[in-house]
Structure formats: C-alpha cells, structure tokens
C-alpha cells in the first residue's frame, strides 16, 4: 500500500470514446503526476501539478487532459485516442516539486489502457 | 540516446545469487532514485541517495557522484525480487519541477 490509488486498474475503449483516469493520494502530498509507460519504453512524464496547479505540460496531446481539482485528487480525461496511446498509466505524489533530488515519489499501480 | 541508461536489460539467477544492476546517466545530478516495479505495474521506491551507500535489507545501493554511475546490489537473491528495476534522476536544465528521468528497466527473474 502506497498511499496512491489509481483506478481503474483496466480500461479497454474505443477511438471515439470519452473516459476518465482517477488518481486519489492519502498522503498529504502537494504534487502529483501523471506518467505514461509503454511497452519496452522507459517511464514518460506527461504532466506535474504542484498545489493543483499544473506547471508541467511535457508535450502531450490534446486529446489528454487532465484536471486536479484539490491536491489529493488528479484526473485524466481521455477522448478520441489512437491505438499508440495503448499503455500502462501511473500516478505518483511528492511532498512537494522543490526538486526531484531530495524527495521520493510514491506511486499508484497504473490503469492497463487498450484503445481498440 | 536516453539520459540515464542500466544494465543489463535483462537478468536471470539462481536463487541465493548475488545480483549487481548497473546505472549511468550522462547529465550531472546530485541524487539518483532507484525504483522496483512488480508485474501488475506498481511502482516502488527502493531508494534515494546523493552519496555513498544506503542499506535496506538485501538491497545494497552505491553511488559515484563524480563517475555518475550507480549499482543496485541484491544479496541472497529469492523468487519474491523478480520485477523490473528503474533507476531515475532529475532532468537535466529547466526548472526541477520533480522531473525525473528514467531508465529502460532491468528485467531480474529469480529462479527457485
């Protein structure tokens, strides 16, 4: 138990579907990030939200967007995805952003995500 | 060509072997993460350190600051620390917005 939760744990859509990624920490925690893993690729970031406010976009698609409407929940709402977008997406939280160097980052068990 | 780069990808041992995984990274970082990932997906943090050596169980971690290199070390390997193991470090340039970068993965089965 890491004090991250992710769910679902699976999602299968379609291209045309609209779905949401739900992130929930209980750690007290005031950043929290997305990350995209794909296979046999290293560990993506794609965003940073830091006191619910985002101040990392690392060049994602529009057609992920994410939300975070307090510091202990981060969303990512999906539509119209590609086959590519297939992977494993985690969520992690740090105390805070000052610096990867001094903090660790406690992670969710990802949503498995298939577009069809 | 990837910051951060381990080896070997991948790793087979016999149970009770001494497992040693490797980490360089090309950008000068202060601390370097280590990180396990069971096969369901979720992500561990083994460690952080800036210097030295940290201990935690089995689990041995050196860094070399100035050489920017790292090991993982597993002592008495057991089937239960099969899963992949990342190493990270924070991005280089920029803002540090708890950026990291990551490593492919080394991919450690254990054989009973």
């Known amino acids: 138990e890491t004090g991250v939760t992710q769910t679902p744990r699976h999602l299968v859509m379609g291209m045309t579907n609209k779905k949401s990624l739900k992130c929930e920490q209980h750690l007290g925690h005031n950043a929290m990030y997305w990350y995209k893993q794909s296979a046999k690729k290293p560990l993506e970031l794609m965003f940073v939200?830091?006191?619910?406010?985002?101040?990392e976009n690392n060049s994602v698609p529009s057609r992920f967007s994410p939300e975070c409407p307090n510091s202990s929940h981060l969303f990512l709402h999906l539509h119209t995805l590609q086959p590519e977008d297939s992977a494993l997406y985690l969520c992690?939280?740090?105390?805070?952003?000052?610096?990867?160097?001094?903090?660790?980052?406690?992670f969710g068990d990802g949503t498995r995500l298939s577009i069809l | 060509k990837n910051e951060v780069e381990q080896s070997p990808q991948n790793l087979t041992a016999q149970e009770g072997e001494f497992i040693t995984i490797n980490c360089s990274y090309s950008v000068g970082i202060s601390a370097l993460h280590w990180l396990q990932q069971h096969p369901g997906g979720g992500i561990v943090s083994l460690f952080m350190l800036s210097s030295g050596k940290k201990k935690h169980g089995r689990l041995i971690a050196t860094i070399n600051i100035q050489e920017k290199h790292s090991s993982l070390h597993i002592t008495a390997s057991h089937p239960r620390d099969s899963a992949v193991y990342i190493c990270?470090?924070?991005?280089?340039?920029?803002?540090?917005?708890?950026?990291?970068?990551f490593g492919q993965g080394t991919i450690l089965t254990v054989h009973p």
């Open positions: 990270a470090g924070p991005c280089a340039g920029g803002t540090s917005y708890g950026k990291l970068t």
């Open positions: 992690a939280s740090s105390q805070d952003t000052a610096g990867a160097n001094n903090q660790p980052q406690h």
């Open positions: 939200y830091s006191l619910e406010e985002r101040v």
